[in-house]
């Protein structure tokens, strides 16, 4: 596991918007290195990303958990068959950052 302070016992405990937004983190060093033409780089953050999503997979069950990991590997892996940009995958999980973050100042 790549992200070894994140438990079992500690990732259920995060909002959905709080675990998104670590995934969309790593989501968005995947296309930052994948730009820089960085392929090592960029595989450690997918495969983090790709952990991450794997992890609220099986706290959440949702399908559509299922299906952005299907998008992500498409996108990183495939043949972006969906026609995503990586402005439009930083803005799905900006979304999710800004929420997590009003949530944490209403505290």
């Not at 079992?8 to 670590?22: C, D, Y």
């Not at 069950?61 to 299907?70: C, M, N, T, V």
Request: proline share 1%.
């Amino acid at each position: 596991m790549s992200h070894q302070n994140l438990t079992m016992e500690k990732w259920p405990k995060m909002s959905l918007a709080l675990q998104m937004g670590n995934v969309g983190a790593e989501v968005n060093r995947a296309i930052h290195w994948q730009k820089l033409k960085n392929k090592e780089n960029k595989e450690s953050a997918l495969w983090r990303a790709l952990e991450l999503i794997d992890l609220t997979i099986e706290v959440r069950q949702s399908g559509e958990l299922f299906r952005l990991r299907e998008i992500i590997c498409d996108y990183f892996l495939g043949e972006n068959k969906y026609g995503l940009s990586s402005d439009q995958l930083k803005s799905y999980f900006l979304q999710f950052a800004l929420y997590a973050n009003n949530q944490n100042n209403k505290k």
